[in-house]
């Protein structure tokens, strides 16, 4: 039966070059099936609206019930660097956002720091944290308004408890607008970020810890030395999304300030939102819109740029 198996194996053709290739096809249109039912929703609402954008910043395209609109080139580039107030919008946004982001990573980790050390009642703990991300917007943002009411807040109320001053208007005086705006964003963004640090955090073997404990190495010995090398990865992923989330952040700015007191809390994407639908210059706000994903994008390189460096060098 050996004998006869050789020669049956002995004579089986290999196979040749075209039925291959015939395999090969089959595989690659049964992967193009496969994905087709998710690429085209991002082909059809993410990335044809980008291309139309693109096209129509270098138009003078306004909002009319009969568009019509010439290319213009250039011309909404050139009025747009003589933009003061889109350009003291986008300084706003860059101060919120990296504010935003740099709190969210600070809360969050000690939070998750929190939640990993095994305290009572972790299950409730951790449905509670994601309270404020499981909440709209909108409601998070009416919900704040009446916390920093100036009339009947509790936060006046409870300066007031003390002897300070409780009549503080915070989100329309120009000093405190912008950072309880900040705090607002910190506080719906911590829950996703805490989630993420966590899962980090369980990962970490506790064999390293015990070590690190064994050496004589404190909490924050421990932290430095085991704990961030190994979250270190996931927090670069996670600031990174961040960066882009905060810094397209709209409904939480817009119910809260619409953008006051004066421009104090004008973050880019209101503007340009405003800019498109109260003004009707579609073309100019496609420009605007253009020149925010380019200043996401070269932020974003230089920041993984860094992080990447940094790792190859402690790598060497």
Do not use: C
């Amino acid at each position: 039966m050996t004998t006869t198996a050789v020669r049956t194996r002995r004579s089986t053709p290999p196979p040749r070059r075209g039925s291959r290739g015939a395999v090969a096809r089959t595989r690659r249109r049964e992967a193009v099936a496969l994905v087709m039912p998710s690429l085209i929703p991002i082909l059809v609402l993410s990335v044809a609206p980008l291309l139309i954008g693109v096209a129509l910043a270098f138009t003078d395209a306004r909002l009319t019930r009969r568009p019509d609109y010439d290319f213009t080139g250039l011309d909404n580039f050139v009025d747009l660097a003589d933009n003061a107030l889109f350009w003291d919008s986008l300084r706003v946004g860059l101060v919120w956002t990296v504010s935003v982001t740099v709190l969210q990573l600070a809360a969050a980790m000690g939070l998750a720091l929190l939640l990993d050390s095994g305290l009572r009642l972790q299950g409730l703990t951790r449905v509670l944290a994601l309270v404020p991300w499981a909440m709209p917007p909108v409601v998070v943002a009416i919900m704040w308004q009446m916390i920093y009411s100036a009339n009947s807040g509790p936060v006046n109320a409870l300066l007031g408890s003390v002897g300070l001053p409780s009549d503080i208007n915070w989100l329309g005086d120009f000093a405190t607008a912008l950072p309880a705006v900040v705090l607002v964003g910190v506080w719906v963004g911590m829950p996703q970020t805490t989630v993420t640090l966590l899962a980090g955090l369980q990962q970490v073997p506790p064999e390293l810890h015990e070590a690190a404990a064994v050496d004589g190495a404190r909490a924050w010995r421990r932290f430095t030395a085991v704990t961030w090398p190994s979250l270190r990865p996931i927090v670069t992923s996670i600031t990174s999304l961040n960066f882009i989330w905060n810094f397209n952040s709209f409904a939480l700015v817009y119910v809260l300030t619409e953008g006051g007191p004066g421009g104090r809390t004008m973050v880019p994407v209101l503007f340009v939102y405003l800019e498109a639908f109260k003004n009707r210059e579609i073309g100019s706000a496609a420009a605007m819109g253009l020149v925010l994903v380019i200043v996401i994008v070269a932020g974003l390189a230089l920041y993984l740029r860094s992080q990447f460096r940094h790792d190859t060098e402690k790598g060497r």
